[in-house]
């Protein structure tokens, strides 16, 4: 695969701050954890980092803040070999922290997350070059702006397919039933559906969810990818 282009993720780079507990805390309680550690979050970063130990060239296109936490997140990228030289810095801004309570009793997650780091903007994405990958990740946030990335994506394909040349896969990610949204189905080549989303949208099943989603989809993708 070393003579592939590498695949760009974009979307959220976050650290996870995870609390193993016995029990979910009640309100105005105090309870002892029985274990604590940080690890890389958010879905672009996560997916870039399974892409990588599969063996991809990933890179991955997020905004990032400054301090011990953007440290700490681009450290793990560097262990995984991952590019990260376009990400948009906000030096006055921390990087998103998502704090997880894991009950290991029962498995639950809860999860307080905090951000207040700007999302990225087309103004930002057209200043990478798109025709550097073979394929394009977006996860399903800020979707008004990411329908303007995927459509930039779509224009430089249609140059390239006039020449052509290989056009470069777009995928979109819908996990959160987040307003707009799902705008992005019907511009992906892939799409990935979580099952909270399919649920949410009245699906019980994950054939049935494929069956529901396929005609909002792109036109042809249901014929490739929904037997």
Partial sequence: MADL??????????????????EYPREDGDIRAKGQRWQHGGNACNTSVVLATLGRRCELLATLGSG??????????????ISHGSCVLYPSHKLPTSCVVLNTTNGSRTIVHYSNLPELTLSDFTKINVSEYSWIHFEGRNPLEYVKMIRHVMASNETRRKAGEREITVSVELEKNKPNVGKLLP???????????????????AEEAALGFRVKAKDGLAEKNCT
């Fill in 5 to 22: 282009k590498p695949i760009l993720t974009v979307g959220l780079i976050c650290v996870d701050i995870i609390n193993l507990c016995d």
């Fill in 68 to 81: 011990m936490e953007t440290d700490f997140a681009l450290k793990h990228l560097n262990t995984f070999g």
């Fill in 187 to 205: 511009l992906g080549d892939v799409v990935i559906v979580s099952r909270l989303y399919a649920t949410l949208n009245g699906y019980h099943s």
